[in-house]
Structures are given as structure tokens and as C-alpha cells.
């Protein structure tokens, strides 16, 4: 009976594990795709956004423009949020809701540097919130440059 008890406490465990990777790589993976969606802004509108003068027009997972948490314009610093569903149940409605909020910084380099290329250093600042037996929190970021000399 204490065995069978370990079993069920190890299974569990390993459970939690595996759920808690599948929403990490999720997370990781729609913050993945926000910084390209930057990266493949042309450079003057990323540049403009840099500067404030700018929104960005980026889409979120579902294919509709994101929109900042207060609903206006995306814009340098914003939050976004969206609900991810993870999986679906046998009749194919949605399940596994997770939260993902997402927020880009964007700082022009032009006046740190003195070269003849500008470049626009992207910081994007992601969380996910999910409910898997109890509430928790996934935080993490990822960085990256672009510049204006094309890479091709």
C-alpha cells in the first residue's frame, strides 16, 4: 500500500513536470515570434517606434492586430495580452487556457553609436500565467538587434 502510494506521489510529480515544459516552451515560443514579427518590421518604422513617434502593427496568435492591455494602439512599452488555449477536448472545444502578456522595449542606438549603421536593440519582456493544480508564473525575455544594413 506505501508503495503503491510513492507510485501515485511520483507520477504526479512527473505529471507537473511535463505540464509545466509544455507551457515554458509555449511561453518561449509566442516570445520567439513577437521579436521576429519586430525583426521584420522595415527599419524606419522600427526606428519610429523606437522614438515614440510610431505604433507597431503586430498581430497576435490569432491572426488580429494587437492591441495594447487598455485596448488603444501597440506601442514601444505597452503590454499586450492574450489567452493561448493549449489543447482541446474531444469535441474539439478549446481547453488548457494560459495567459501570455508580452512587452517590447525598443531603444535607438543611433546615439550610442558613432558608426556609419543604426540598429535598433529589441528587448521583449514575456509572462505567462496558468493554472495547473495551482496558479503560477513564467517570467523570461529575449534580446536582440536589427539594423539598417541589410543582412542578405
Known sequence: MLLSGGLISLTSQVRS?????????????LGQAYVEQLRSLDFPRL???????ADLPLVNSAGLALTNERGSAFTNGDWARETVMLDEDATGAP??????????VLVDLATA?????????????????????SAHTYRASLRTVRSDVPSY
Open 47 to 53: 526606428s519610429d517606434a523606437a522614438a515614440g513617434t
Open 113 to 133: 553609436s558613432s558608426g556609419a549603421a543604426r540598429g535598433v536593440e529589441i528587448t521583449v519582456f514575456f509572462e505567462t500565467t496558468y493554472n495547473y493544480g
Open 95 to 104: 481547453r488548457q487556457p494560459m495567459t501570455f502578456r508580452f512587452r517590447p
Open 17 to 29: 513536470a511535463a505540464e509545466e515544459n509544455v507551457y515554458q516552451s509555449s511561453t518561449l515560443a
